[in-house]
């Protein structure tokens, strides 16, 4: 049905027009819980869609969301972005999705366009330590979520982050190869100047301690430069980093990855050295993308419930930007999960 008005709407449910605007802009908080269905109900029977730019007129902001990734190259950002969109439109949100590669200058410079165009809620993922780019336009009332990080010192005091225990994560990861006998680890990341790799590979550390092993037990291959976080090309990264790896005078048995896909690309490299994944070197990755499980053997991985932390930011997101919203950011964290398939298996005896 086109035409429908938010009056035939509030005559459909049995409530008044204000009503009706209340729950379309938000103000929702202290409506009854059967109001509020009355009024959903009505609108999906009528077909109603509500003129967005009257709503931006009215509420200075737009009904839309701006999402800012490392690269949509990375399937598990790909995914993110699905869900955090499912999450937006059952609200009557749009999402905006951006791709940032980890560079301060065009996140600032995306930020500002989304601000610019009445855009004033953006999820940020790119994991950085600093938000010092972006804090002028928070201060001016952007409503930000942090994804995949923790707060750190110096955040605009209205920052919420969202993500996993990535220290678990890497802890979890460890723990595993330490049962399976390994004790010669290699770690693979780009730059680990982001907050959430630096804390996986502190994980991968603190595991080692528990067993008594020095830090340098693991050797870090960053790639060519340790100031390129290499999302783009994630899995040739791991692919030569492995090859560099198992060159060495002493091999590591087990590698863990900064992510799936860079772990997929270290097992090609494993391949590449005339060596079996699993059997002759064990490869951890991180996140639980689709192809982890289809991979041959399957990955073993640290799974990342990513349809909760997407509804999560959402949610965050929303309730930053209620109007008189004071509450203070801060940090919310999931419980990431160890998933155990065929690419890791016990130490080679030779190396025990």
Known sequence: MSGVTIYQVAQEAGVSPSTVSNLLNGRHAKML???RERIEDAIRRLGYRPNRAARQLRTGRAETIGLIVPSVA?????????????AALAQGFYVLLCNSERDPERERGYVEELWDDGIGRVVLCSSLPSLDHLRPV?????????????AQPGDPSSVVNIGTDNLLGGQLAGSHLLELGHRRFGFVSGSIGSVNRSERYRGLLRSLETAELPPEAVTVCSGASTDNFDDLDAAELGRAAAREL?????PPTAIMAINDVCAL?????????????GRDVSVV???DIMLAQMA?????????PIAEMAA???????????????????SVLHRPQLIVRGSTGPAPARAR
């Open 296 to 304: 041959m053997p399957g990955l073993t991985t640290v799974r990342q």
């Open 285 to 287: 990755g991180y996140d």
């Open 138 to 150: 928070v201060e001016r009332g952007l409503a930000l979520v942090t994804f995949d990080r923790t």
């Open 33 to 35: 819980p059967e109001t």
């Open 74 to 86: 990375n399937p598990f950002w790909g995914s993110f972005a699905r869900h955090l969109e499912a």
């Open 265 to 277: 690309g270290v097992c090609a490299g494993v391949r590449d050295a005339g060596l079996e994944v």
């Open 246 to 250: 198992l060159e060495g005078p002493e």
């Open 312 to 330: 999560a930011a959402f949610a965050e997101l929303h309730a930053q930007a209620e109007p008189k919203r004071t509450s203070a950011g801060h």
